[in-house]
């Protein structure tokens, strides 16, 4: 639930480049408007190392005055460290290359990177806190960051948080390097290169907001608290939302399952070798059911009646579980119980078939709250095996399987070494 507005805990991000002017004219925009006034208490400006300076000594002077035109009762000095480690204050931050060091100016591909990596973990750790309402603002630097902020606060903004550009009229206020927030008194600040002069009481400050689509719910819970690089954010969502491949690997020495790079886990050796036997019998195409129906013309997935019946399927799905279950011990020193006490791949009666269907709607059930837990997000669940809802077909008969391309499914044995590609 979300907090009282009145209770909420007011953060400012904004990107800045030639003109720290934006932050006082945001700021006094907030505070002024005439509904939800918004009075920040932490300043958070994503700068690039050639404006630093800018951003310094006259910045601090003018959030001074600002304080004491408006009144605003707010702590603004200056301070060093990771923007989240306060909940006041002025932040001043700047990417830095692989190198490390400082970017002084998006001028290529990878400093642009560097730029988004910087404003989205910003952004995320901001709205993680859930007493935070968060105002980004696009505006200053170049549109490179602009961009960087507006999908920053898309992938991450709660149903709270706040969009804005700010604009000043007349416009030629632009040009007034000592301009930096409408006054209550005359206040004549320079105007271009002539020695002309504009009166800073005479400025109206507009801020525009701006509407942007909220994908935070979209994002699985465990992603939120990874600081990942921009680009892994954007490539993870894009997988969440069926716009892009995401891959499953499988290691059986480890009992392994990864899913792109939004989670890694292990299972127990039964769940394990179930699962194995569910991407082995999707990137098979092994005959018997898919998600349209059941009969020999369908493949890929399974029902329950292969593990009764498993004499009638190829290959035999109890014969391959018993021997990916046992890989599954293959590294370690302890061995596992014979799996083939519990379940048989030729049951002769109807005890043995009875058992066999039992034990594996134990495993399944067991399987697919050990995917739902990690997975959250039910798209995702349901297209690694795992649907809120069973889905059902022929007789009422379920079927379950993986919504994957075989070419998305890798099995090892072991796990790949550092210098192997992990896919």
Known sequence: MEPERTTWHEVLIITGGLTPQVVTETVYALCTRALDRLVPAKIVCVVTAGCLDLFGAPLDAALIRLQQELGIDADWRRRAGRPEADRCGLYVEAPCGADGQPIDDIRSDSDAVRFGDLVSNIVRCETNDPKSRVHLSLAGGRKTMSFHGGVAISLFGRAHDELSHVLVHPREFEQCKDFWFTTKESLRVSYGKDGGTLDAHDCRIELAKIPFIRVRDRLPPTLLDQALDYASYVRQLNAVLGLAPLSLELVTSEC???IGGIVDFTLPNTEFALY????????????????????????????????EYPEEYRPNPVQRFAEIYDDTFRSGSIRGPAILNRVSPDPKVRTRRNGNRGAFAEWKSRLT?????????PDLADRFGAPLTPLRQRGNRVVFGLRLDPREIVIRAEAPTAKEDPL
């Open 256 to 258: 392994r399952v990864r």
């Open 276 to 307: 194995q036997l569910m991407a082995e019998w999707r990137k098979g195409d092994c005959p018997g059911a898919s998600s349209q129906g059941i009969g020999p013309e369908h493949s890929g997935w399974m029902t329950a009646r292969m593990f």
């Open 369 to 377: 709250g050990a995917l739902q837990d990690q997975l959250h997000h």
